[in-house]
């Protein structure tokens, strides 16, 4: 039984998959690697991933689908997960050798512990082209770090502080007993892999490594704000997607509840800020109808983020105010080192 399989989505990645499949069989015979043609068809990712699955048998298969998008791609490779444990890896992204000798290591401890951990969290690298100082995101000021804990022994995350598809390897069975099945043909489903299975976590655990080297600087690439502002209504479908999911959770432990709304208004934030963005009177129509379109849903979740100092900033009212918006979100990118 593998420790971890790792899906890594690829279309049209002949240009950088290498070095992402390359990081990833430094773990061994410990870990599958899945790597997912998503339907390419520009260049040559089928035939290199046929050819890593040749030349290692035993720890990487290739599979060949029709184009589904990455949330297609992320479903196929859980689909075929054999592991205890389950990551994804974007192609052109890569994770730090010595950081997975202690993922790996970890986990293994865990199997053979006597008690199951739902999540692993690690740190994430902003791999940021032309940044001379890379940013990492860490969690030693809310997560106990190097045991296992549930949600009673966590503290909140800081504003800055945000938890991504790059921080999480869950546990296979949890994923699939939670039903996820991210939107097939729509960008920005990983934000709804680092939403939708919290509900159901039970128990955590944090290594402090970092581990995941998230690659930014590629015109092309769905975070540019550019893309992002011509896909904006794909980011809106996903952020709807997570309010209606939101509102029908019962039940959940305090300190759970306070991270699912920590994880949506950040969603709410980045939605809000692209459509000012935008500068359309479309735009700034389907603002208003995004936060109608919670306030209809879960209102006392409303109340807490848009009342909330991100909220307040993101609904200053005129002109003056959306400048002033979009002026702490640039000092926020400055600052953060993210996009």
Same mark, same amino acid.
């Given at each position: 039984?593998?420790i971890?399989?790792?899906?890594?989505?690829c279309?049209n990645s002949?240009?950088?998959?290498?070095?992402?499949?390359?990081s990833l069989?430094?773990g061994? /015979?410990?870990?599958?690697?899945?790597?997912?043609?998503d339907?390419?068809?520009?260049?040559?990712?089928?035939?290199?991933a046929d050819?890593?699955?040749?030349?290692?048998?035993?720890i990487v298969k290739?599979?060949?689908? =029709?184009?589904? $998008?990455?949330?297609?791609?992320?479903n196929?490779?859980?689909?075929?997960?054999?592991g205890?444990y389950?990551?994804v890896?974007d192609?052109?992204d890569?994770?730090?050798?010595?950081?997975?000798?202690?993922?790996?290591?970890?986990?293994?401890?865990?199997?053979?512990?006597?008690?199951n951990v739902d @999540?692993?969290?690690?740190?994430?690298?902003y /791999?940021?082209?032309?940044a001379?100082?890379?940013?990492v995101?860490?969690?030693?000021?809310?997560?106990?770090?190097?045991r296992?804990?549930?949600?009673d /022994?966590?503290?909140r995350?800081?504003?800055?502080?945000?938890?991504l598809?790059?921080s999480?390897?869950f546990r296979?069975?949890?994923?699939?007993e939670?039903?996820?099945?991210l939107?097939?043909?729509?960008?920005?489903?990983?934000?709804l892999?680092?939403?939708?299975?919290?509900p159901? @976590?039970?128990t955590?655990?944090?290594?402090?490594?970092?581990?995941?080297?998230?690659?930014? $600087?590629?015109a092309? &690439?769905?975070v +540019?704000?550019?893309?992002?502002i011509?896909?904006?209504? &794909?980011?809106?479908?996903?952020n709807?997607?997570?309010?209606?999911?939101?509102?029908? &959770?019962?039940?959940?432990?305090?300190?759970?509840?306070?991270?699912?709304?920590?994880?949506?208004t950040?969603?709410?934030?980045?939605?809000?800020?692209m459509l000012?963005?935008?500068?359309?009177?479309?735009?700034?129509y389907?603002?208003r =109808?995004?936060?109608?379109y919670?306030?209809?849903?879960?209102?006392?979740?409303?109340?807490?983020?848009?009342?909330g100092?991100?909220?307040s900033?993101?609904?200053?009212?005129?002109?003056g $105010?959306?400048?002033l918006?979009?002026?702490g979100?640039?000092?926020? &990118?400055?600052?953060?080192?993210? +996009?």
């Open positions: 039984m593998k971890l399989s790792v899906a890594v989505p279309y002949e240009a950088y998959m290498r070095k992402c499949i390359d069989l430094t061994g /015979e410990d870990v599958e690697i899945l790597i997912v043609d339907g390419s068809v520009k260049d040559a990712t089928p035939e290199i050819e890593y699955a040749e030349k290692y048998p035993t290739a599979i060949h689908q =029709e184009n589904k $998008g990455h949330g297609g791609a992320v196929t490779g859980l689909e075929h997960a054999t205890l389950f990551k890896v192609s052109d890569w994770v730090n050798e010595e950081a997975y000798r202690e993922i790996l290591k970890t986990l293994g401890e865990i199997i053979r512990g006597p008690r @999540v692993l969290f690690s740190n994430y690298v /791999e940021k082209e032309g001379e100082k890379k940013r995101m860490r969690y030693t000021k809310s997560f106990p770090v190097g296992i804990f549930g949600w /022994e966590m503290k995350l800081g504003p800055s502080h945000y938890v598809m790059h999480l390897i296979t069975e949890l994923l699939r939670c039903g996820l099945k939107p097939e043909h729509t960008f920005y489903v990983d934000n892999f680092a939403f939708i299975p919290f159901s @976590v039970k955590m655990y944090y290594l402090d490594v970092n581990f995941y080297r998230y690659y930014i $600087g590629r092309d &690439q769905s +540019n704000e550019t893309v992002m011509g896909r904006l209504d &794909q980011q809106l479908r996903v709807r997607q997570m309010i209606e999911f939101m509102s029908e &959770q019962k039940g959940m432990k305090p300190n759970q509840r306070e991270f699912m709304i920590h994880s949506l950040i969603i709410m934030t980045v939605s809000s800020i000012i963005r935008s500068g359309t009177e479309e735009s700034l389907k603002k =109808e995004l936060w109608e919670l306030k209809k849903h879960d209102f006392t979740v409303f109340l807490r983020i848009r009342w100092l991100v909220g900033a993101m609904n200053l009212p005129g002109k $105010g959306r400048k918006s979009v002026y979100y640039k000092l926020c &990118q400055k600052i953060y080192g993210f +996009n």
